[in-house]
């Protein structure tokens, strides 16, 4: 695709459930960026990944957090046993060389 | 370090007159700095950026201005718009082979009409 595609683009999910967002980023990009926006709030870093280096995994809130990628493409940010705090807009972003395109970003809502 | 810190956190303006926010790095070796507009509901999106060969870059209204020896660089709205409320971020790159780009907090601007 052209851009950073987001699934699924809106969630609904029940406290102590797991979710799995995804993320398909651009074509050739190296870089992988997780963040999670709460409503009014600014971009809370989670995680990043460059080509095949360790991913800086320094933002995960908790170890109920985790994100993989396979294949140096697409990226799944999975989160354990969710609670109501983890309610927010998840946005990945990638890019190649300076630019960082985002996604529309996964809405997550736990109940 | 990579923190990059991001004033005013909200700014209000009449339309018409100028709008500056400013930021401030830590790393010296920080070597791009961008600056990203986000509407209400929307992805975040590069609207101007600046690398530290460079002093000053314009783009119609919008303009950026790096201070290496200071360490900080701005964006100035001039003539603003109802249509430039939104959130801005600034954001700084280490180089190297990592290089991460790290957001400030975020700047909420309102233009009055």
């Known amino acids: 695709g052209a851009g950073v595609s987001q699934s699924p683009s809106n969630k609904v999910t029940e406290k102590g459930k797991d979710v799995e967002l995804r993320c398909d980023p651009i074509s050739g990009h190296t870089a992988l960026y997780w963040y999670r926006q709460s409503l009014g709030q600014g971009l809370e870093f989670l995680i990043y990944?460059?080509?095949?280096?360790?991913?800086?995994k320094s933002g995960l809130p908790s170890d109920r957090f985790s994100a993989e990628r396979t294949g140096g493409s697409v990226s799944t940010l999975t989160i354990q046993r969710t609670q109501q705090e983890d309610s927010a807009v998840y946005l990945c972003?990638?890019?190649?060389?300076?630019?960082?395109?985002f996604g529309e970003g996964s809405w997550l809502t736990v109940v | 370090g990579e923190n990059v810190e991001q004033h005013p956190s909200t700014l209000s303006v009449q339309e018409g007159d100028s709008a500056v926010i400013k930021c401030t790095y830590s790393d010296s070796a920080s070597n791009y700095f961008p600056w990203y507009k986000q509407e209400l509901g929307k992805r975040p999106q590069l609207i101007i950026d600046i690398r530290s060969n460079v002093g000053e870059k314009k783009d119609q209204r919008i303009a950026v201005t790096l201070n290496k020896t200071a360490k900080h660089f701005s964006l100035h709205i001039t003539e603003t718009q109802p249509e430039d409320s939104a959130v801005y971020f600034c954001?700084?790159?280490?180089?190297?082979?990592?290089?991460?780009?790290?957001f400030g907090i975020g700047t909420k601007l309102q233009v009055i009409p």
């Open positions: 972003a990638s890019s190649s060389t300076n630019t960082i395109y």
């Open positions: 990944f460059q080509g095949n280096s360790a991913p800086d």
């Open positions: 954001a700084q790159r280490t180089p190297g082979g990592y290089q991460k780009v790290t």
